[in-house]
């Protein structure tokens, strides 16, 4: 009779139960985590866009607004950024569109043959690139001031003695007297600048008809001026005549 087989048998048998112990106690050590709830991602993103709304900063807001609503619709996140995001997305268009009108406009005031001179440019919208017409308006010490036309390219306008530009302002038609300077650059200056930045100044787009030289072509000219400044538009003092 072995006497050491039933030592080995109890032996073994609690190193079954041992490791059926382990096996459990893992096994509930475990569990909480698996039983745990996940992270609420649209709670946390709801908290930036809290913060991006309180800090003005409407452009992130908007797109944090819109993800949490598209990817949490039913969530608590999304039914409070619905009660803001409409308000908050309608101004950051307006002020996008603002800025941007804004930005088609260049100011500078600069020395120039005769003296200084003070210019507010605009290009065209339409055409766009290389066929871009530029629209100036321009105070300058010893010229006075002048609203003009240049055309950047090797031709000018056609435009024989006094022409007349058919133009609209916010659609509303009307016309503009002008003339292509006998020095030969390629222009058309405006013969009512007063008039013309009058109404400049209260129309938010403008097109004129012209014909360019470059084989008498006919382009209606597009600008978005509803961006202009005028206190951008410097002025400039008249020079002294000498004696």
């Known amino acids: 009779m072995n006497l050491l087989r039933p030592a080995f048998a109890g032996t073994a048998f609690c190193t079954v139960l041992a490791m059926a112990a382990c096996s459990q106690s893992g ?3 475990q569990a909480p985590q698996q039983g745990q709830a996940p ?3 649209s709670a946390q993103k709801l908290d930036t866009y809290r913060q991006l709304v309180r ?6 807001a908007v797109t944090m607004g819109k993800e949490i609503v598209s ?3 039913d969530s608590a996140a999304a039914k409070e950024v619905q ?3 409409p308000t908050i997305e309608k101004r950051y268009t307006e002020n996008s569109e603002k800025n941007r009108l804004a930005g088609l406009w260049l100011y500078q005031v600069s020395p120039m043959e005769g003296g200084t001179q003070s210019t507010a440019t605009i290009y065209t919208s339409q055409p766009s690139g290389e066929e871009r017409v530029r629209l100036v308006l321009r105070r300058h010490t010893d010229w006075g001031q002048n609203a003009f036309l240049f055309n950047g390219g090797p031709h000018g306008f056609v435009c ?3 022409c007349s530009i058919k133009a609209t302002f916010d659609g509303k038609p009307g016309t503009i007297s002008a003339f292509a300077p006998t020095t030969g650059e390629p222009a058309l200056l405006f013969k009512d600048d ?3 930045i009058a109404q400049l100044e209260k129309a938010k787009k403008i097109t ?5 030289q470059d084989g008498e072509k006919k382009v209606t000219l597009v600008y978005e001026v509803g961006g202009f400044d005028p206190a951008k538009w410097q002025p400039v003092n008249k020079q002294a005549k000498k004696k």
Do not use: C, H
């Open 27 to 29: 096994e509930q050590a």
């Open 39 to 41: 992270v609420d991602a």
């Open 71 to 73: 990817r949490y619709p």
């Open 160 to 162: 024989k003695g006094v």
């Open 83 to 85: 009660q803001s995001l």
């Open 194 to 196: 007063k008039g013309f």
């Open 208 to 212: 004129m008809d012209v014909t360019l």
């Open 55 to 60: 800090i003005g900063n409407d452009e992130m």
